[in-house]
């Protein structure tokens, strides 16, 4: 089979690599379309904390079950779409019902081959199938709406209150369209003006241009001068990290969702004159279900976040364009067929 295979940082091949094979309990899924993540781009370039070399990546994918080793319900012929983690299900984390944080975590597509390729294995376990009337083009982006779904609902916001959201990327934008689904108040602050026109497009109630504002004075005046109940930094940038305490309301939450290997110079003053909650959030642990019902409801705005196709063959220059322009694109969908 086909295969896009990462040697090292910027060195991305399409080759032919030997198909997998579904162990017990597990499914052979003919991948249809897998979108480039934020995180892949990291592997990439090198910089993710969780690189290793040489890899197959991908993880956003939609497919058709083609071989099953165990009992299922999932038939040859299926489309369905995959959770990506594969959590020990032993440890603290998982006996507390975060499998997202297992300290033994494998995850498909970083830890282990994934869906750059024309067939990968899943756990029976991590299959969903597609809803009718909802598309590949809609299933290929489950997986990151449920890191937005997981992030949405870390800080516990209530319907009616505000949030801030920084960085509207594709995990900021689901995670603005989620919150919307819960009644929230988005504010969404972006340096692209695109992505802040991809904002509105999802709900985002106002926009702040991060390059030309002071973010704090609008967040201020849209508050009456409390601040966001929460905050969600979806960026990555240990400054913007830093900043997002300053715009939490007292007593409110900053949510990080954003990856980074750098320290982040955090004003512990501040943390506790204002007795702030600091949530990490990580992956999805569960939410393939909730966004497969949302998006099949018709609830969510995933039609609008796919900007390009590319074939399998034309990966290595996708990856290359958005590591050299980066904010030209929302999602880019690779197509295996």
Do not use: W
Not at 73 to 83: I, K, M, N
Not at 292 to 308: D, F, K, N, P, Y
């Amino acid at each position: 089979m086909r295969a896009a295979v990462l040697y090292g940082p910027f060195d991305l091949r399409v080759e032919e690599v030997p198909r997998p094979t579904p162990g017990p309990g597990e499914a052979l899924v003919r991948i249809r379309k897998v979108g480039i993540c934020g995180g892949d781009l990291h592997y990439y370039d090198g910089t993710s904390p969780y690189c290793h070399f040489p890899s197959i990546h991908g993880h956003e994918m939609v497919g058709t079950v083609e071989a099953v080793a165990g009992d299922s319900d999932l038939h040859a012929g299926e489309l369905v779409t995959g959770e990506i983690l594969r959590p020990c299900g032993t440890c603290f984390a998982c006996r507390h019902g975060k499998p997202n944080c297992c300290a033994n975590l494998r995850v498909i597509g970083a830890s282990s081959p994934g869906a750059y390729a024309e067939y990968a294995v899943y756990p029976l376990a991590n299959l969903h199938r597609v809803p009718a009337g909802l598309t590949e083009d809609d299933a290929v982006l489950t997986e990151p709406y449920s890191i937005g779904h997981h992030i949405s609902h870390r800080a516990g916001i209530a319907a009616g209150e505000t949030a801030l959201v920084m960085g509207a990327g594709a995990i900021g934008l689901t995670t603005i369209d989620v919150l919307k689904t819960m009644g929230v108040r988005v504010i969404a602050c972006d340096l692209s003006e695109r992505r802040l026109a991809a904002a509105r497009r999802f709900g985002a109630d106002f926009c702040i241009h991060g390059a030309t504002e002071e973010v704090g004075v609008r967040v201020a005046a849209l508050t009456d001068g409390e601040g966001a109940a929460a905050v969600y930094e979806a960026t990555g940038n240990p400054s913007v990290m830093a900043q997002a305490l300053d715009y939490a309301a007292a007593g409110g939450t900053v949510v990080l969702a954003g990856i980074t290997g750098k320290p982040i110079a955090i004003d512990g003053l501040l943390v506790t004159k204002k007795e702030l909650s600091i949530l990490g959030s990580r992956n999805a642990a569960g939410e393939f279900p909730a966004v497969l019902r949302l998006m099949a409801e018709g609830r969510l705005h995933q039609r609008e976040m796919i900007t390009r196709h590319v074939p399998l063959a034309e990966a290595p220059e996708a990856f290359r364009h958005l590591h050299e322009r980066p904010g030209e694109e929302i999602k880019v969908v690779i197509e295996m067929a």
